[in-house]
C-alpha cells in the first residue's frame, strides 16, 4: 500500500535555530517528491518539487533532500522565524497517478520567540 | 489573482442533509481535484478530473458526487450528509502533468451534527 510518514510529529524550536523534519515513503512507481507548508485554517502551499534525479533542492531557509534509494527525504529549516509556524507537509506522486498525491499526516512546527 | 476559490468556508449541516460544495479556479488548469483533510491523517482525495466532462473517483468517494461542466468550476456533493463526513475539504487545481504545481483553495470547513 502507498503511504507517507512523517516525523517528528510536532516539534518545538525557539526562534533562530535550525530544524529537520523527515520524510519515508513506500509509493510506487515513484514520480516526484513535494513538501507543503499549510498555515492553521489555510490551504497547502508548495515549498519544493524534486524529481528522482535531483537530491537537493531549496526555497530560501528551506532546504529540501531526497534519497530515492532509502526512500527518504528532509526538509531542513535554517535561522527558523515566528512565521515558520505550520504544519510540513511530505507528498510523494506516483507516475501513475499524475497529480492523484499520497499525503504524509503532517509535522506541526511551533517556533517561539 | 484569484487562484483557487471555495465557498463557503464553514458550513454546519444536520445528519441527512444534502449541500453543494462550490470550487471555481481562474488559472485554465485542466485538472480538478477535491480532498478531504481529518485530525492526524494525511489529505485524502475524493474525485478528481482531467478536463471539463471527465471525472473520476480516488480514495474516498462514497457519499459524494462531481460534475465538471467547464473548466472553472468543479463542485462537490454531500448527497446526504453524515457525521463522518465532518472533515476539512479542499480543491485542488493544476496543469495536467503529474509534475506540475498543484494550487489549493483555503478550505472548506465541514460539520454534520
Known amino acids: 500500500k502507498n503511504q507517507v510518514e512523517q516525523s517528528p510529529q510536532s516539534l518545538i524550536i525557539l526562534e533562530g535555530k535550525n530544524c529537520t523534519l523527515q520524510c519515508n515513503y513506500t509509493v510506487s512507481p515513484f514520480s516526484n517528491l513535494r513538501w507543503y507548508k499549510q498555515d492553521t485554517g489555510r490551504g497547502p502551499v508548495s515549498l519544493t518539487i524534486?524529481?528522482?534525479?535531483?537530491n537537493t533542492k531549496s526555497n530560501g531557509r528551506y532546504t529540501a533532500t531526497l534519497d530515492a534509494d532509502t526512500k527518504q527525504s528532509s526538509l531542513h529549516i535554517t535561522a527558523s522565524q515566528l512565521s515558520d509556524s505550520a504544519s510540513y507537509i511530505c507528498v510523494v506522486s506516483a507516475r501513475t497517478y499524475g497529480q492523484n498525491f499520497v499525503f504524509g499526516p503532517g509535522t506541526r512546527l511551533s517556533v517561539l520567540p | 489573482n484569484a487562484g483557487v476559490t471555495q465557498t463557503p468556508k464553514f458550513q454546519v449541516l444536520k445528519t441527512g442533509q444534502s449541500m453543494t460544495l462550490q470550487c471555481a479556479q481562474d488559472?485554465?488548469?485542466?485538472?480538478m481535484s477535491w480532498y478531504r483533510q481529518d485530525p492526524g491523517m494525511g489529505l485524502r482525495l475524493i474525485h478528481y478530473s482531467v478536463g471539463a466532462g471527465i471525472t473520476d473517483q480516488g480514495e474516498v468517494p462514497n457519499g459524494y458526487n462531481v460534475s465538471r461542466s467547464t473548466t472553472e468550476d468543479f463542485p462537490l456533493r454531500l448527497l446526504s450528509a453524515a457525521p463522518s463526513q465532518t472533515s476539512v475539504y479542499f480543491c485542488?487545481?493544476?496543469?495536467?502533468?503529474?509534475?506540475?504545481?498543484?494550487?489549493f483553495g483555503q478550505g472548506t470547513r465541514l460539520t454534520v451534527v
Open positions: 488559472m485554465n488548469h485542466e485538472y
Open positions: 485542488a487545481s493544476g496543469q495536467k502533468g503529474g509534475r506540475t504545481e498543484a494550487f
Open positions: 524534486m524529481t528522482f534525479s535531483e
